[in-house]
């Protein structure tokens, strides 16, 4: 099944984008064959991808307090942030397709990917100063994804071969690079177990995130509380900084968006309801950055 609405597959080689965005990606591909000159009537094989993701940098640390801290009437904590990363959460479809039947002004057709960046200063209730983030980083939150206009497209005539150029049509919303890993149901508190009911969705902030990481309020002796699980995106050492060298630049951007596309071709990350998402057929090795 296709991926609803699609580049124009008919006609010359598109000169966009001319406006917006352009530097984090993936460019432009050439047509192949010559228009103009006569239709090419031949089954052709179809591939489209599209990837969107929100992400929020998150801090990573430890809490810290002297005995002095403590006493009958009141507890005084103080923490480190010591590393950020990035929680994701992820979405995409891939599919592969023959079309039969029809004619096309060119014996080819490429329309690569082209990632757009949507990033805020602002997160939960927390405003990181200037410099703003630009159109070259990330900042502390916001989402990159590919319009409609921006999805991978490529056509070319199809050689019979469904081993070689299978149909399929795959799609993960959403998906989470953390987990939510209960300790109420260990028995010996020697392992962790993943329950379904724990859904990454319900702890989507720093507040959250750092809480469950530090087990704040909780106590693995005591077999209680939840722990967060998390494969670190976009890790950078230290306090999170608006200055120079403490926002993400374009180089991450590229790194992070295909770290995510190889993550969902090679199984992904969890589900809604923490389960391990399976592998899929969406392929990073078709992002071509300029």
């Given at each position: 099944?296709?991926?609803?609405?699609?580049?124009?597959?008919?006609?010359?080689?598109?000169?966009?984008?001319?406006?917006?965005f352009?530097?984090?990606?993936?460019?432009?591909?050439?047509?192949?064959?010559?228009?103009?000159?006569?239709?090419?009537?031949?089954a052709?094989?179809?591939?489209?991808?599209?990837?969107?993701?929100?992400?929020?940098?998150?801090?990573?640390?430890?809490?810290?307090?002297?005995?002095?801290?403590?006493?009958?009437?009141?507890?005084?904590?103080?923490?480190?942030?010591?590393?950020?990363?990035?929680?994701?959460?992820?979405?995409?479809?891939?599919?592969?397709?023959?079309?039969?039947?029809?004619?096309?002004?060119?014996?080819?057709?490429?329309?690569?990917?082209?990632?757009n960046?949507?990033?805020?200063?602002?997160?939960?209730?927390?405003?990181?100063?200037?410099?703003?983030p630009?159109?070259?980083?990330?900042?502390?939150?916001?989402?990159?994804?590919?319009?409609?206009s921006?999805?991978?497209?490529?056509?070319?005539?199809?050689?019979?071969?469904?081993?070689?150029?299978?149909?399929?049509?795959?799609?993960?919303?959403?998906?989470?690079?953390?987990?939510?890993?209960?300790?109420?149901?260990?028995?010996?508190?020697?392992?962790?177990?993943?329950?379904?009911?724990?859904?990454?969705?319900?702890?989507?902030?720093?507040?959250?995130?750092?809480?469950?990481?530090?087990?704040?309020?909780?106590?693995?002796?005591?077999?209680?509380?939840?722990?967060?699980?998390?494969?670190?995106?976009?890790?950078?050492?230290?306090?999170?900084?608006?200055?120079?060298?403490?926002?993400?630049t374009?180089f991450?951007?590229?790194?992070?968006?295909?770290?995510?596309?190889?993550?969902?071709?090679?199984?992904?990350?969890?589900?809604?309801?923490?389960?391990?998402?399976?592998?899929?057929?969406?392929?990073?090795?078709?992002?071509?950055?300029?």
């Amino acid at each position: 099944m296709a991926i609803p609405v699609t580049p124009e597959a008919v006609g010359t080689s598109p000169t966009r984008p001319a406006t917006g965005f352009n530097p984090y990606a993936s460019s432009m591909g050439p047509v192949s064959g010559v228009s103009g000159l006569g239709n090419v009537c031949s089954a052709m094989y179809i591939r489209e991808q599209r990837l969107f993701y929100s992400y929020r940098r998150v801090p990573m640390g430890a809490l810290n307090f002297a005995p002095s801290d403590i006493s009958l009437t009141g507890v005084t904590l103080g923490g480190i942030v010591n590393q950020t990363a990035l929680i994701l959460e992820v979405s995409m479809d891939a599919a592969a397709y023959v079309v039969s039947g029809e004619c096309w002004n060119t014996s080819s057709f490429t329309n690569y990917q082209v990632f757009n960046l949507v990033s805020t200063s602002s997160v939960d209730g927390h405003s990181y100063g200037y410099p703003l983030p630009d159109s070259l980083h990330m900042g502390p939150g916001g989402s990159v994804g590919n319009p409609v206009s921006g999805t991978y497209y490529s056509r070319f005539p199809y050689n019979g071969d469904p081993v070689a150029q299978p149909s399929y049509s795959d799609s993960v919303f959403p998906g989470y690079n953390f987990a939510i890993i209960d300790l109420s149901g260990v028995a010996t508190c020697q392992d962790f177990f993943t329950y379904p009911n724990q859904q990454p969705a319900q702890f989507w902030s720093g507040r959250h995130f750092f809480s469950l990481k530090t087990a704040l309020g909780t106590d693995p002796v005591l077999c209680g509380g939840v722990r967060t699980l998390l494969e670190p995106v976009g890790k950078k050492e230290g306090p999170y900084s608006t200055g120079a060298g403490g926002q993400d630049t374009v180089f991450d951007i590229r790194t992070i968006t295909d770290h995510i596309g190889k993550k969902m071709r090679t199984g992904g990350w969890v589900d809604y309801y923490n389960n391990t998402l399976p592998a899929t057929k969406y392929d990073e090795r078709l992002h071509f950055w300029q």
